[in-house]
T-cell receptor, first 113, second 114 residues
């Protein structure tokens, strides 16, 4: 699954290094954010989420950071593995229509062995 | 849990034919979403159901597209007649209805209209 346009931002990292994927969101009223991972030929898979009353949340090898001041979200992956190669999407919840997720354009992560 | 189930996984058809995509949401979820993903436009929300009722179909491209949810465990997205520009991957997702609930996606149906 590809994302918007012919050019998808790509991050290339060495196996074992840490990865940081960034996302800028647009709606200051958004109060819930999700990171999805999409591998080739598969649907987006939930990784981690964060609500606007937090600025950091940790999962297994992943950390999400939220900076509401500059409307910025990041996903940190520790000790990146070949299986982490995928397209990563951030999504924000539109509070005005609480069911609707607004997806970012995606970043492709390539892990070099 | 089997997750969201979609069928078929791949569909190749000729322009003008009717196409029906199917989705079984996660048991217990009361919200269902149909998305379309293309290279140029990314993920687009087509329609959203809550408790089997269509709530927002503003993303449906045109009258050729229709969606139904006859019960809590089944939904269809139909394109009639299909056109080459409908070629895309169509995803179904489900969630509990509560503000900001996570949506869980199915594997998608890759549609090619020749």
């Amino acid at each position: 699954g590809e994302s918007v346009g012919l050019h998808l931002p790509t991050l290339s990292v060495q196996e074992g290094d840490n990865s940081i994927i960034n996302c800028a969101y647009s709606n200051s009223a958004s109060d819930y954010f999700i990171w999805y991972k999409q591998e080739s030929g598969k649907g987006p898979q939930f990784i981690i989420d964060i609500r606007s009353n937090m600025d950091k949340r940790q999962g297994q090898r992943v950390t999400v950071l939220l900076n509401k001041t500059v409307k910025h979200l990041s996903l940190q992956i520790a000790a990146t593995q070949p299986g982490d190669s995928a397209v990563y999407f951030c999504a924000e919840n539109d509070r005005d229509s609480s069911y609707k997720l607004i997806f970012g354009s995606g970043t492709r992560l390539l892990v070099r062995p | 849990d089997a997750g969201v189930i979609q069928s078929p996984r791949h569909e190749v058809t000729e322009m003008g034919q009717e196409v029906t995509l199917r989705c079984k949401p996660i048991s217990g979820h009361n919200s269902l979403f149909w998305y379309r993903q293309t290279m140029m436009r990314g993920l687009e929300l087509l329609i959203y159901f809550n408790n089997n009722v269509p709530i927002d179909d503003s993303g449906m491209p045109e009258d050729r597209f229709s969606a139904k949810m006859p019960n809590a465990s089944f939904s269809t997205l139909k394109i009639q007649p299909s056109e080459p520009r409908d070629s895309a991957v169509y995803f179904c997702a489900s969630s509990f209805f509560k503000p900001g609930d996570t949506q869980y996606f199915g594997p998608g149906t890759r549609l090619t209209v020749l």
